[in-house]
């Protein structure tokens, strides 16, 4: 059984910085593309950033350079580095493991989501 558990969210203020984590348990981390998704109540869950499982990254137009997606395959756990935070930002923020197609895939599991606030 596959589980995705996030922290880091919190209040900052605009301008600030802000590390998500998400650790997956239960498979092989290679496995899967990582994802960051987030979502404000009653709108879509937009995509914010992917890790392949080759290691490649790619952003949202939005993101504009200030976040950056990281993994670590030793320890099964994505990272989100988010700088120069807006108050447009602010957002439930969910990890987002994708199965690769070469292993079955696509399948889908998420994390609990955890709360970004930006705000002064």
């Known amino acids: 059984q596959v589980q995705l558990v996030e922290s880091g969210g919190g209040l900052v203020q605009p301008g600030g910085s802000l590390r998500l984590s998400c650790a997956l348990s239960?498979?092989?981390?290679?496995?899967?593309?990582m994802n960051w998704y987030r979502q404000t109540p009653g709108k879509q869950r937009e995509l914010v950033a992917t890790?392949?499982?080759?290691?490649?990254?790619m952003y949202a137009d939005f993101v504009e350079e200030r976040f950056t997606i990281s993994r670590d395959g030793a320890e099964k756990m994505v990272y989100l580095q988010m700088n120069s935070l807006k108050p447009e930002d602010t957002d439930v923020y969910y990890c987002?493991?994708?199965?690769?197609?070469?292993?079955?895939?696509?399948?889908?599991?998420w994390g609990q989501g955890t709360q970004v606030t930006v705000s002064s």
């Open positions: 987002n493991a994708d199965l690769h197609v070469a292993f079955g895939g696509p399948k889908y599991y």
């Open positions: 239960g498979s092989m981390f290679s496995m899967y593309h």
């Open positions: 890790a392949t499982s080759g290691g490649t990254t």
